[in-house]
């Protein structure tokens, strides 16, 4: 069985319209040269042994401007949100203000908000897995009324339909903020959902009401949102920043 080729990684620069462009160049036992463009926006390119850097030269220069598109994709992504801690001195959010997690004793177990602190009390000392728990069912506790508000707040821009005004209810979701079913006119919302700003909840309300009209995520969709909610974009995006 013959022996692979592959020489030692080697980085090369050239200009492109006045700007540099830098990738590392590896030779491989292969027909085809093969282009890669990372997540961080380093540029890999396999190239078949025997050819000279040269050749491969030409070759990213032809594809340029696909480089520079998936770089410039990958620059555009937002950032990942920080994830969260349940330690004393950890930051949590509720309706989009930042609080400090501090612990104390007591005879029942209580969440409170003062002044700056979200402060989790109970009888004995509590675990990073015990806080997080406490912590969820307490939003859980508290979206019931504050959707209830959000509904108030957001229905009265579905008039015009003359729909069925829905019923909500408080879903825990792994991987979605809400859901809703038209035949039903029954919303689910996560209770994550009061750790954001009330704006970003009323994006994520008003998306569900929408699709009492239109069930899919078809332009007609969006251009409804659009016109119910012109800022919806900025809400979802201040939503998505939130620390997972």
């Given at each position: 069985?013959?022996?692979?080729?592959?020489?030692?990684?080697?980085?090369?620069?050239?200009?492109?319209?006045?700007?540099?462009?830098?990738?590392?160049?590896?030779?491989?036992?292969?027909?085809?040269?093969?282009?890669?463009?990372?997540?961080?926006?380093?540029?890999?390119?396999?190239?078949?042994?025997?050819?000279?850097?040269?050749?491969?030269?030409?070759?990213?220069?032809?594809?340029?401007?696909?480089?520079?598109?998936?770089?410039?994709?990958?620059?555009?992504?937002?950032?990942?949100?920080?994830?969260?801690?349940?330690?004393?001195?950890?930051?949590?959010?509720?309706?989009?203000?930042?609080?400090?997690?501090?612990?104390?004793?007591?005879?029942?177990?209580?969440?409170?908000?003062?002044?700056?602190?979200?402060?989790?009390?109970?009888?004995?000392?509590?675990?990073?897995?015990?806080?997080?728990?406490?912590?969820?069912?307490?939003?859980?506790?508290?979206?019931?009324?504050?959707?209830?508000?959000?509904?108030?707040?957001?229905?009265?821009?579905?008039?015009?339909?003359?729909?069925?005004?829905?019923?909500?209810?408080?879903?825990?979701?792994?991987?979605?903020?809400?859901?809703?079913?038209?035949?039903?006119?029954?919303?689910?919302?996560?209770?994550?959902?009061?750790?954001?700003?009330?704006?970003?909840?009323?994006?994520?309300?008003?998306?569900?009401?929408?699709?009492?009209?239109?069930?899919?995520?078809?332009?007609?969709?969006?251009?409804?949102q659009t016109r119910l909610m012109p800022d919806w974009e900025q809400w979802k995006a201040?939503?998505?920043?939130?620390?997972?």
């Amino acid at each position: 069985m013959p022996r692979s080729f592959s020489a030692a990684p080697r980085r090369e620069t050239l200009a492109y319209q006045n700007q540099s462009l830098s990738y590392t160049l590896v030779f491989r036992s292969r027909r085809t040269i093969g282009f890669a463009v990372r997540p961080d926006g380093s540029v890999h390119i396999s190239a078949p042994a025997g050819t000279s850097a040269e050749w491969v030269a030409q070759q990213v220069l032809k594809k340029a401007d696909w480089i520079l598109k998936h770089q410039q994709a990958f620059a555009n992504r937002p950032a990942p949100a920080p994830s969260r801690h349940f330690e004393a001195g950890s930051t949590h959010h509720y309706q989009g203000q930042p609080y400090q997690l501090r612990f104390a004793a007591a005879r029942q177990p209580a969440v409170t908000i003062e002044a700056a602190e979200l402060v989790l009390a109970t009888p004995a000392p509590l675990a990073p897995v015990q806080a997080e728990a406490l912590l969820h069912a307490w939003y859980a506790h508290q979206a019931r009324a504050l959707f209830a508000e959000s509904l108030a707040r957001v229905w009265p821009r579905f008039t015009e339909f003359n729909l069925t005004r829905p019923t909500l209810a408080v879903r825990q979701m792994r991987t979605r903020w809400g859901s809703c079913t038209p035949s039903t006119a029954r919303i689910r919302l996560s209770p994550e959902l009061v750790r954001a700003r009330p704006e970003c909840l009323d994006y994520v309300l008003l998306h569900e009401c929408c699709h009492l009209l239109v069930g899919d995520h078809s332009q007609a969709f969006y251009d409804l949102q659009t016109r119910l909610m012109p800022d919806w974009e900025q809400w979802k995006a201040a939503l998505n920043a939130l620390p997972k």
